[in-house]
């Protein structure tokens, strides 16, 4: 039988080896670079197939953060929470897109499209059933499709399109109003 003396160097082998192996995984997962396909793709399944909730908790990881694009303002020079409406991880995966497709020279009109559309869908899943959600979600999707090409984010096509709310004298909103590319005001108004 060792020695207590022999035991204690293999013991503290072992306390250094569980140590490293403990600091090594909780230090988070490391991500290889990807190949363009794979970043593609990658940047395809977080805008277009991750829930938004998903999405939120993958951005909190930032994997793969040296090839994609993370940074967002959320919709920082219009409100994030118009009227109390949380559009915050909404904006912030429309930016995802914008930026992301730009950096990978896939931001074409169509694909603009889709990531515009799919900011929409991220809002509304933001709003559930409330109409007046909704109201505010179609002018800031209407702000992305008239300024998206020219703005510099989420935010300066918000800001751009002049967007407005109209309330009651008991706070229910009634319409919203924002401005188009050619200076018209265009309103939505609040179904009942």
């Not at 290889?32 to 990881?61: C, G, M, N, V, W």
């Not at 929470?81 to 429309?94: A, I, K, M, N, T």
Request: charged share 25%; with cysteine; proline share 5%.
């Amino acid at each position: 039988m060792p020695s207590t003396a022999a035991r204690r160097p293999r013991r503290g082998a072992v306390v250094t080896a569980a140590t490293a192996t403990a600091l090594l995984f909780s230090a988070g997962i490391a991500h290889a670079d990807l190949t363009p396909d794979q970043l593609r793709s990658t940047t395809d399944h977080y805008l277009f197939e991750l829930s938004i909730d998903a999405f939120a908790k993958t951005r909190a990881e930032r994997p793969h953060a040296p090839q994609l694009d993370w940074v967002s303002d959320n919709c920082s020079m219009s409100p994030d929470q118009p009227l109390g409406y949380d559009f915050r991880e909404s904006c912030q995966r429309h930016d995802f897109g914008y930026r992301n497709y730009t950096k990978q020279q896939r931001f074409t009109e169509p694909n603009r499209k889709l990531i515009d559309d799919n900011f929409r869908d991220d809002m509304y899943t933001a709003c559930g059933a409330d109409l007046g959600c909704q109201a505010i979600a179609e002018v800031y999707h209407f702000a992305v499709r008239q300024f998206g090409d020219t703005a510099s984010s989420t935010a300066d096509a918000i800001d751009q399109a002049n967007i407005s709310a109209l309330v009651n004298p008991v706070g229910d909103l009634l319409s919203v109003r924002a401005v188009d590319a050619r200076g018209a005001v265009v309103e939505v108004d609040v179904q009942p």
